[in-house]
């Protein structure tokens, strides 16, 4: 059965500057999918950046970056200039090439300093 | 696009009175949506699964009788809690994906459930 671990229950960083988020996965399947979700205050899950097992480039959206270490089933997401609208609830998600169910991890909680 | 809408945003029940969530996606056809719980500061537990026309899936652990799973068309699920009881006040939130969108799932805005 595949896993997902988020380590960080909180993290803090100072408005500008740059957080890292950790996330570990475990599987056996050659062929998935991992995202970065966000979960606001309002509690809307947003999606932040999605990585396909088969692409070896990382994936970025403006400020989101993930470090995808395939062997190592490790998919960090790095938040460069932080703003205080990034303050949220971050999942780390894991699926299935197939489709089917997210498989989420414990999530982190970001605030961001003024 | 890809816009999932739940009704209603917050519910306060009775003991013993069932509530029905609606999640319908607003365009695009659903093929599969997905049904979670959620408690404060905790990740997302998934409840079911459901296919459009068949039977939802329940995860381990999460009452079919409890907790009814509608899938009837490719817009709408519904859930609804019967015989509802303070331990079921919780976060509800629905996804939604389809075939053809390689089953990228979208969230709804959730529901806010209190049993009195």
């Known amino acids: 059965a595949q896993t997902v671990t988020q380590s960080q229950p909180e993290m803090s960083v100072q408005e500008a500057e740059t957080v890292t988020l950790s996330c570990t996965y475990d599987?056996?399947?050659?062929?998935?999918?991992l995202f970065w979700y966000k979960q606001p205050p309002s509690r809307q899950m947003i999606l932040v950046i999605r990585?396909?097992?088969?692409?070896?480039q990382n994936a970025t959206e403006n400020r989101f970056s993930v470090n995808f270490q395939k062997a190592a089933k490790s998919f960090s997401l790095k938040i460069s200039d932080s703003q205080l609208g990034d303050a949220a609830m971050y999942f780390c998600?894991?699926?299935?090439?197939?489709?089917?169910?997210?498989?989420f991890g414990q999530g982190t909680e970001l605030s961001v300093k003024p | 696009g890809a816009v999932v809408s739940q009704h209603p945003s917050r519910v306060i029940c009775k003991s013993g009175t069932s509530v029905k969530i609606e999640c319908r996606s607003l365009?695009?056809?659903?093929?599969?949506m997905f049904w979670y719980r959620q408690f404060p500061k905790k990740s997302l537990m998934l409840m079911a699964t459901?296919?459009?026309?068949?039977?939802?899936?329940?995860e381990q652990g999460v009452e079919k009788d409890k907790f009814l799973i509608n899938h009837a068309s490719l817009t709408l699920s519904t859930l609804t809690v019967t015989s509802a009881h303070p331990e079921d006040s919780s976060f509800y939130i629905c996804?939604?994906?389809?075939?053809?969108?390689?089953?990228?799932?979208?969230f709804g805005p959730g529901t806010r459930l209190t049993v009195t």
């Open positions: 996804s939604a994906g389809w075939r053809e969108g390689h089953y990228e799932q979208y």
């Open positions: 599987t056996s399947e050659s062929d998935y999918y």
């Open positions: 990585q396909e097992a088969y692409k070896q």
């Open positions: 998600a894991y699926r299935s090439a197939l489709g089917g169910k997210l498989i």
């Open positions: 365009d695009f056809q659903a093929t599969t």
């Open positions: 459901s296919n459009e026309g068949s039977k939802a899936t329940y």
